[in-house]
C-alpha cells in the first residue's frame, strides 16, 4: 500500500471544532423576542427555552445535545481461530454478527465506506475459514435486489482488491464510486470501515471488507441499533465518499451546509432515553473532508489524552511518530508529545500495546523504545508490549496478511474511542478515516453498561494474556 505525499499545515489539523454561538441556546428569533419583551415592560424578563426535540436539539459549545433515540450500543470484535481466552474473559457479538443483522434488518438501504473487498476465498487463498466471508458477499448480493446498496471505495492499485464490488455492480446488486485520492488530495487512501442501514443502525470498526477479517484476524469495532440521531450524523460522512466519487469530483473548498454538523467534540449527543450516562460524538479523517462543524481525528485524539486523568490504553495495529508513506517522510510527533506529557506533567499511566507480526517494520520497535525510555523519570508510568497473534497451523501461515491484532482504539477512565485508523502520521493528513467518541457523563458513575468500561476490560484481557509481551529496552 503506496501512500502518498503531501500533507497539510498544522492549523488545519485542528480544523473541525464547532464554532461558538453568539446567543447560546437562543435561536435569533427567540433573542429578539426576549429583547422586545424587556423594552416592553421595562423589568428584567428570565427566559425559559422548551426546544421541541427533533433529532437531538442544539446546545451552546461545551453543552450536550439530547437524542431520543434508543440507541444500543454494542462493541464487536473478531477473535481469530486459535485465539483463546481464559473463563470468563470478556466476550462480544462476533463481526459476522454484526455484519448479517445490519444486512438482514435493512429494508430500504444499505450504506458501506470501504478500503478494498475480498470477501471470497478466491480473492485471496482457498480456506475454509473464508466461509463467513462468502456469506456476507451472498448476502449482499440477495439483499440488493430489493434494496439500495451504496458502496465507496478505494481506487486500489490491485484490481484483485475491487473484484468483489465489480461482480455486485454489474448484477445490479449495488452501485459503486470509486475514490481516486492521489488525483483528489495528490495522495493518500480512503482507509474507512463503516456499514450503515436504513440510516438507524451502523458499525465503525477496525474490520475491513475481507473474509480474513472475520476468521483469521482480531478485530474491535462498534455497532450503534435504534439511533437515527447519530446514523445521520455518519450518514453525511458518507456523502462526502460518495460526492467525492463521482467522475471528474473535486474537493470543494467549502462543504455543502447540509453536511455540516451540529455533533462534535465541544457539543456530543447524550444517550438520554437509552437509558445511558454517556455521549457520542463522531470525528473524521482527513481535514479536507471537514464540513463545518465536524471534529477531526487528531483533535479528537489530542483530547481523549489530554483530558485523561488516570489511564490512557491504546492498541492499534502500527505506532510512529513519523509518516510511512509519504515520497519524502517527515517526524510527525503530535501524538507521541501529548503521552509523555501526559505521564510526566499529570501523572497519567499510559499502556501502549501495538501489534507484531511478520509485516512489521523494526524501526517501530525503535520509536517504541524511546517512548518507554521515560518511564524510569515517570515513577513507570510508560508500559510497552507487543501483541502478537499466533500462527498455529501451516494453513495458517499460508494464508497472507492474516493473523494479526487489527484493533484501533483508545481508552481513558471516561472516554473509548473505537476507529479505522492506525496511528502514523499519514492516517491524520490525507487518509480517509472515522472514530466513533463515547464518553461518560460528567459527575455519572460509571457501570459495566459503559462501553469504556468495557473497552477497558477488553484492553485488560489483551494486556495480561500471553499473547501481550513487554518491549524489552535491551533488544536490538
Given at each position: 500500500m503506496k501512500i502518498g505525499k503531501d500533507g497539510v499545515s498544522k492549523e488545519e489539523y485542528t480544523k473541525g471544532k464547532s464554532l461558538k454561538s453568539r446567543f447560546g441556546k437562543f435561536s435569533a428569533k427567540e433573542f429578539y423576542f426576549l429583547v422586545f419583551i424587556v423594552i416592553l415592560t421595562s423589568v428584567s424578563v428570565v427566559a425559559v427555552v422548551v426546544?421541541?426535540?427533533?433529532?437531538?436539539?442544539?446546545?451552546?459549545?461545551?453543552?450536550?445535545?439530547?437524542?431520543?433515540?434508543k440507541c444500543r450500543l454494542t462493541l464487536v470484535e473478531t477473535i481469530p481461530e486459535n485465539l483463546t481466552y481464559p473463563h470468563g474473559s470478556p466476550v462480544h457479538m462476533d463481526t459476522y454478527d454484526s455484519w448479517s443483522k445490519l444486512i438482514d434488518g435493512a429494508s430500504e438501504r444499505i450504506d458501506i465506506g470501504s478500503?478494498?473487498?475480498?470477501?471470497?476465498?478466491?480473492?485471496?487463498?482457498?480456506?475454509?475459514?473464508?466461509w463467513k466471508?462468502?456469506?456476507?458477499?451472498?448476502?449482499?448480493?440477495?439483499?440488493?435486489?430489493?434494496?439500495?446498496?451504496?458502496?465507496?471505495?478505494?481506487?486500489?492499485?490491485?484490481?484483485?482488491?475491487?473484484?468483489?464490488?465489480?461482480?455486485?455492480?454489474?448484477k445490479g446488486a449495488a452501485s459503486v464510486r470509486t475514490l481516486d485520492f492521489p488525483r483528489l488530495l495528490g495522495a493518500g487512501i480512503?482507509?474507512?470501515?463503516?456499514?450503515?442501514?436504513?440510516?438507524?443502525?451502523?458499525?465503525?470498526?477496525?474490520?475491513?471488507?475481507?473474509?480474513?477479517?472475520?476468521?483469521?484476524?482480531?478485530?474491535?469495532g462498534i455497532m450503534v441499533s435504534d439511533c437515527p440521531c447519530m446514523a445521520k450524523d455518519l450518514q453525511k460522512i458518507f456523502d462526502v465518499y460518495w460526492i467525492l466519487g463521482e467522475e471528474g469530483a473535486v474537493v470543494p473548498s467549502e462543504w455543502p451546509a447540509e453536511l455540516s454538523t451540529e455533533i462534535n467534540m465541544d457539543n456530543p449527543v447524550a444517550?438520554?432515553?437509552?437509558?445511558?450516562?454517556?455521549?457520542?460524538?463522531?470525528?473524521?479523517?482527513?481535514?479536507?473532508?471537514?464540513?463545518?462543524?465536524?471534529?477531526?481525528?487528531?483533535?479528537?485524539?489530542?483530547?481523549?489524552?489530554?483530558?485523561?486523568?488516570?489511564?490512557?490504553y491504546i492498541s492499534v495495529m502500527d505506532y510512529f511518530p513519523t509518516t510511512l508513506y509519504q515520497e519524502h517522510n517527515i517526524y510527525w510527533p503530535l501524538i507521541d508529545d501529548s503521552l509523555r506529557a501526559a505521564a510526566f506533567e499529570r501523572g497519567v499511566q499510559v499502556r501502549l500495546m501495538p501489534s507484531w507480526w511478520r509485516y512489521s517494520s523494526n524501526n517501530m520497535k525503535a520509536y517504541l523504545k524511546s517512548l518507554e525510555s521515560i518511564s524510569s523519570a515517570v515513577d513507570d508510568k510508560v508500559q510497552v508490549k507487543l501483541f502478537e497473534v499466533p500462527i498455529v497451523t501451516p494453513e495458517q501461515a499460508s494464508i497472507p496478511y492474516s493473523r494479526v491484532n487489527h484493533n484501533k482504539y483508545m481508552v481513558t477512565?471516561?472516554?473509548?474511542?473505537?476507529?479505522?485508523?492506525?496511528?502514523?502520521?499519514?492516517?491524520?493528513i490525507n487518509t480517509a478515516g472515522v472514530s466513533v467518541i463515547v464518553s461518560q457523563t460528567e459527575g455519572s458513575e460509571p457501570t459495566e453498561k459503559n462501553i469504556h468500561v468495557q473497552v477497558k476490560a477488553i484492553f485488560e484481557?489483551?494486556?495480561?494474556?500471553?499473547?501481550?509481551?513487554?518491549?524489552?529496552l535491551t533488544e536490538s
Open positions: 426546544l421541541t426535540p427533533t433529532e437531538h436539539n442544539e446546545a451552546s459549545n461545551n453543552e450536550v445535545s439530547i437524542c431520543y433515540d478500503f478494498y473487498w475480498t470477501m471470497r476465498q478466491e480473492d485471496v487463498v482457498e480456506d475454509p475459514s473464508a466471508g462468502e456469506a456476507i458477499f451472498q448476502k449482499l448480493l440477495d439483499a440488493g435486489s430489493t434494496i439500495d446498496i451504496r458502496i465507496a471505495q478505494n481506487n486500489n492499485t490491485d484490481p484483485m482488491m475491487m473484484k468483489d464490488t465489480e461482480i455486485l455492480a454489474s480512503i482507509h474507512t470501515k463503516l456499514m450503515m442501514a436504513d440510516t438507524s443502525a451502523f458499525y465503525v470498526g477496525s474490520a475491513n471488507f475481507d473474509w480474513r477479517a472475520l476468521t483469521q484476524v482480531k478485530e474491535l444517550l438520554a432515553d437509552a437509558g445511558l450516562n454517556e455521549t457520542m460524538y463522531i470525528s473524521v479523517a482527513p481535514p479536507a473532508f471537514l464540513p463545518d462543524g465536524r471534529t477531526s481525528d487528531l483533535a479528537a485524539v489530542l483530547n481523549i489524552i489530554d483530558s485523561a486523568e488516570e489511564f490512557i477512565e471516561k472516554t473509548a474511542l473505537i476507529t479505522t485508523s492506525n496511528w502514523s502520521g499519514d492516517y491524520f484481557r489483551d494486556w495480561n494474556s500471553p499473547y501481550a509481551k513487554f518491549l524489552n
